[in-house]
């Protein structure tokens, strides 16, 4: 539903930030859809949307669910370069994502 509503919103050409993106790429997160999660990322980047710490932390949820433990690390990465105040959630979701990608000695780096 969440992904409907983008993309009706978009449609509708109603002006978009951070928030819908964000409702769909948590709903991505919650049904494991982590490579939708990463379109969606994309997407605000290609339409000048502002990418906060709750985008990014969703988006390495995602990431966590799909066993995608190398994405979950280079999104921890990229919330360094952009200065992205870092959250425990963001966190934990690349911890989880190294341990379900038999990964764990990456978590600690």
Known sequence: KA????S????WSVEMDAIPYNAAI????NNGEWARALD???A???GSIEVDAITLSAV???CKVGHEWTTALELL????????EMNTIAYSAAVK????GSAWMNALE
């Open 3 to 6: 992904l409907l509503l983008l």
């Open 8 to 11: 009706s919103m978009t449609h």
């Open 26 to 29: 948590s709903a991505c997160a």
């Open 40 to 42: 969606l990322l994309s």
């Open 44 to 46: 605000m980047a290609q």
């Open 60 to 62: 390495v949820s995602a």
């Open 77 to 84: 990465s990229e919330l360094v370069h952009r200065s992205i």
């Open 97 to 100: 994502a190294c341990e379900r």
